[in-house]
């Protein structure tokens, strides 16, 4: 009897198998709150209540699932700031909200999930090398929403470091700041970031994005 065949065989009793979307989100659950040896098939199976073949359905062995866990980074985080750098804006103040936006509470950039793929990184090159490519992507999409409002190619480079390497800090560092004190430092944050400040239309604007208002 083939493998597959003993799994059709086994799910006829064993009910329900889950799907590939249930097993990555555990997986993702477990990485981020307990690191990397936590992502093992049995005790995944355990926690969702599913049997351990079940698993064998969706992906092929564990660096299958490692590696969907990369993509599943990849497109939340990359993605998701890709995205908010070429959103619509009039102004590149209104353009740098956008960006920032990504990085707030609500926003699709998942913060833990950064800092335990970054930590991965450190003991496996090929991880390093897909953070490093993450964040040249990200980089350029930055740069090329300051140069999409008339910033010639050396500054937007300049400030796209800046305000990607505060958002990496703060995100390396786990800041703990309140939405609110974050939001009140928000004007200053953009006048440094663009050389410009935003104005009082566009604040409340972003405010009311994130269900705060203006102080």
């Known amino acids: 009897m083939s493998k597959l065949e003993h799994m059709e065989d086994g799910d006829k009793t064993s009910g ?21 040896d936590a992502v093992k098939i049995q005790p995944l199976a355990k926690q969702l209540n599913l049997s351990r073949t079940s698993f064998y359905w969706f992906f092929k062995d564990r660096a299958a699932l490692l590696d969907a866990l990369l993509d599943m980074w990849d497109e939340s985080n990359t993605g998701g700031l890709v995205m908010a750098a070429g959103l619509y804006a009039e102004t590149i103040t209104e353009a740098a909200l956008n960006l920032v936006s990504v990085f707030l509470d609500d926003g699709p950039f998942e913060a833990r999930f950064d800092v335990a793929v970054r930590g991965w990184a ?84 972003f405010h009311a994005r994130h269900g705060d208002a203006p102080r």
């Open 16 to 36: 329900w198998r889950g799907s590939r979307d249930l097993w990555l989100d555990a997986a993702r659950k477990a990485f981020v709150t307990s690191g990397l």
């Open 122 to 205: 450190h003991s496996s090159d090929a991880v390093a090398a897909r953070v490093h490519s993450a964040d040249e992507a990200r980089l350029s999409a930055i740069r090329g929403m300051f140069e999409r409002f008339g910033f010639d190619p050396e500054e937007a480079d300049v400030r796209a470091r800046t305000v990607y390497l505060v958002q990496i800090g703060y995100i390396s560092m786990q800041v703990e700041e309140a939405l609110a004190t974050r939001m009140a430092r928000m004007p200053a944050y953009i006048k440094t970031f663009t050389g410009q400040p935003p104005t009082d239309q566009e604040l409340r604007r």
